[in-house]
Nanobody, 122 residues
Framework: VQLVESGGGSVQVRGSLRLACKIS????????VAWFCQAPGKEREGVAF????????YYSGAVKGRFTISRDNAANTIYLQMNSLKPEDTAMYYC?????????????????WGQGTQVTVS
């Protein structure tokens, strides 16, 4: 499976961005997807998670109410709408799938990763 993120950039405080993750399934069909972020000097952490079958979503406390994970099944694309951005949201954002169970916000429980897209809020 291949994941390609896009949509990052520089934005002002309280601005918005929409990240996209194009998933090429090949022989693996994802049942869950997640967005993670990693700021310089910090560990990668879960931001949002979606079970593709049910549409159930989970968010970290830091972004709940501001970020929304969604999907376009026809385009095999997952989105992360980011509103009311704060300087502390500045990070590299990664799309991931291949969840092996465990905690959805733990990057060690995911098998497949995109290359990331940078978000800078100032």
């Amino acid at each position: 499976v291949q994941l390609v993120e896009s949509g990052g950039g520089s934005v002002q405080v309280r601005g918005s961005l929409r990240l996209a993750c194009k998933i090429s399934e090949h022989t693996y069909k994802p049942n869950c997807v997640a967005w993670f972020c990693q700021a310089p000097g910090k560990e990668r952490e879960g931001v949002a998670f979606m079970r593709l079958g049910s549409g159930t979503t989970y968010y970290s406390g830091a972004v709940k109410g501001r970020f929304t994970i969604s999907r376009d099944n026809a385009a095999n694309t997952i989105y992360l709408q980011m509103n009311s951005l704060k300087p502390e949201d500045t990070a590299m954002y990664y799309c991931s799938t291949g969840w092996r169970g465990g905690n959805w916000y733990d990057p060690r429980d995911f098998a497949y990763w995109g290359q990331g897209t940078q978000v800078t809020v100032s």
